[in-house]
């Protein structure tokens, strides 16, 4: 059994390989490989009936994502209806997160119409309302979950950032069923962009019940310190958590503690079962007829499943519910059950519920999270059970799962082990009881819970600070290049190896399996050659610079909110999965958001020796034509601004850098305009040709002149611009004008991020073809824009 769900899980797996989904046809398999079954009974070998048994679940996993998948994505937003007005009618899917700025949730369309005609549904969507002038432009915009609304809506189909290290958006909207997105439209020729229809719509009991919830938690904490943390204990609601405390989470390993899974399931179920075995017996005749471990038992499952539904059956506690229903289940017909069977049922559960699951990375250290600690009750590290033994657990299941969190995340907390030690007790034992207590008397006894929930933030306020003088050490995270999947297999098998008893055979070639994921190759460019990225960063601009032994960042792309920038969720990224941890110069081209929106982050997150820009941000230095310098073999010249000139818009006083190797070379030109690109081709006319031309102020019509790109002479040119950006850059007639001087082009939205080499030996046509993150990475879910 335990092999078959395994074969299950890789036809799954081999799935999300693809780069496009197969036909549904393929699903006509199925017929033939129910035929086996009836072939076998022809082999008298038991290993062959098995290996055919095993094949048969293997195509059966195979054919089960595919059915999802095309379940998902065959129900889409037309293309031609993407930005359109769409009087749209459904229900709020979702508790919604407010800022100053928005207000953002899903929901579950019922039906559409545009221009008077009804389009079918696409089911989930996720939408933002935006307030108006600072307020909200509605007296009733305060939406709940639940509820049926009837809004104008704008749309787009399913589109994120693609770039190498970064989050894949589109998967995880996919994952979640979201079919488009987009915004309220608030128009004032509609008078009723936003119309409440019901309060409670029905079939949503569960979700409303969760809201009505989140809104008593969130009155009660609203003077405690630590909100939202409590609340995401209380019903895995982690959006009041700031980033700032994500922060000490992931940099000590405690993440985990706020997601509701077994550590808090089976905390719940276990104070129930040995309250229910203890009390019943003085239940009369009740006691007499089942017997005190049976109720208890389904008491506690049934908290359980109740405390998982309040949860929103996220991954790691669908698991947590499924593997104590099947030992409940087992107390229930006084049956014993081996931990492996608890945990493959579990497996197959999960994937059968959503196979989908295997995208999430919560699945994986969910999953190998329990195996280490089944392995380690087991006996089979020879543990014994007591403080010495919870410290060395917590030092292996650490260990062991580096591996996996490199692979995922290219970080890993070196300090998780010091940190779960003293953690995992104190929320376990102290604040996760005294929250689910306040929580049960939030309703009926607003004072006493919170008045519970003030001491549970006291416990947690003792234990933040040490959590935090964790985070603040220099060595509290190993940042690592991401391994492939070889390197991880020998890294795991590697860590499992060290952690074996003293005598184990071979323990020690554990040290040799972890080389390369301690020393990766990362394939640097070689001297007098230079890797430029354009990444994609949406309506902004950031690029990567790497020579053999230096890194430049041009601009860190834009900041969309206090909690939301492209330098976190992608230069930062992508830097790192390089294992760079410093940049030698990080330049500023001008003071516009989408272009310096993400330096604190970076900032924050790097050691910089030079800062560069053409607006005097603190603690730089100014750039300005002449100024030219090499790295390894690889000259870089900066063009403008000319310090003989007065720009009135800050655009055309951008920092423009070119940077050239061999025969090759990039021009970086900011947000330049036509007054600037004429001063250039003035000036500078003898250096601007190049290779590779970044388009001016993302292809906007005020840029793009004809004497610039006559001087530059570019083979390709590279719009950094947004998917459906409400700017409609790039232009027309900059897109023809390119188109007349038959130049190929390469959009950020379209491509992803964009990558060449210059310079080398033995040049070749070859290298100077633009590689395409978004068409060397595509999975069967990303858009084809």
Known sequence: MKSGIISFLFGILLLQQFTSLPDISWCWALLSIFSLPFLSRYFNNVQTVRNIRIIILFVLGFLWALLRAHWVLDISLP??????DLLVTGVIASIPLEDKRKQRFEFNIETIEFNKQKIASIGKVRISWYRKRGRWSDKNSKIKAGQRWQFWLRLKQPHGFMNSGGFDYEGWLYQKKIRATGYVRINAKKK????????????????????????????????????????????GERTGISQEQWHVFRATGTSHL?????????????????????????CGNAGLKLASPRIAALSALFMAAFYAALSGFAVPAQRALIMLSIVMISIFKLHKVQSSQVLSFALLSVLLFD???????????????????SIAASGRLNIDINWKMWGRLQWRISLALIPLL?????QASIVSPFANLIAIPMVSFLVVPLTLLATSMASFLPGLASTLFSLADTILNILWWFLSYLADTPVSQWYGVKPDLLSLCLASLGFILLLTPK???AKYLGFFLLLPLIWPNTHLPEKGEAKITLLDVGQGLAAIVQTNEHMLVFDTGPKFSRSFDTGAAVVIPFIRQKGINKLDMLVLSHKDNDHRGGYQSIQKAFEIYRVVSSYGEKGSEACGAGQNWIWDGVLFEMLNPEESHSYKKRNNASCVLRISAGNESLLLSADIEKRAEKQLVQYSYGQLRSTYLVAPHHGSKTSSSEAFLEAVDPEYIFIPVGFKNRYRMPH???????????????????????SVLLGGDGQKNSRKIPEEFRKNSQKYWNSRH
């Open 79 to 84: 293309g031609d209806l993407q930005g359109k």
């Open 192 to 235: 009723q962009f936003a119309k409440k229809l019901d309060d409670e719509a029905s079939g949503y009991s569960m979700l409303i019940l969760r809201q009505n919830l989140y809104d008593a938690l969130t009155k009660i904490t609203s003077r405690n310190k630590y909100a939202g943390i409590l609340v995401a204990l209380a019903m």
């Open 258 to 282: 706020v997601a509701i899974s077994g550590l808090h399931i089976g905390l719940l179920a276990g104070f129930v079962f040995l309250i229910m075995r203890r009390l019943w017996p003085y």
């Open 355 to 373: 196979p989908v699951a295997v995208l999430s990375a919560g699945f994986w250290l969910s999953f190998a999270a329990v195996v280490i600690i």
């Open 406 to 410: 490199i692979f995922l995340f290219q």
């Open 503 to 505: 005598g184990w055979p």
């Open 732 to 754: 027309s007639t900059v897109l023809a004008r390119y188109k007349e001087r038959h130049i190929p082009i390469l959009k950020t939205y379209n491509s992803g991020a964009i």
